[in-house]
């Protein structure tokens, strides 16, 4: 399989998609509630989803 055949695969762009999508529940709960607990759980899910994303980007660039 040649480099650019690999740097198109589905399964890139799929991890990419969820990666966006736990950003977002991640955002969402920044922004949803007041208690101190929301704060923290959402910053966890916004490092989670970061660390997807990377790790997508990079299979790609590979």
Same mark, same amino acid.
């Given at each position: ?5 690999? $740097?198109?695969?589905?399964?890139? @762009? ?5 990666? +966006?999508?736990?950003?977002? #529940?991640?955002?969402? *709960?920044?922004? $949803?509630?007041?208690?101190?607990? @929301? ?5 966890? +899910?916004?490092?989670?989803? #970061?660390?997807?994303? *990377? ?8």
């Amino acid at each position: 399989m040649s480099s650019t055949e690999q $740097a198109n695969d589905e399964r890139h @762009y799929i991890l990419l998609t969820v990666a +966006i999508v736990i950003g977002l #529940v991640g955002v969402y *709960l920044r922004f $949803a509630g007041e208690a101190p607990y @929301y704060s923290w759980i959402a910053n966890v +899910i916004l490092v989670i989803g #970061v660390a997807i994303a *990377l790790k997508a980007v990079f299979a790609i660039l590979k």
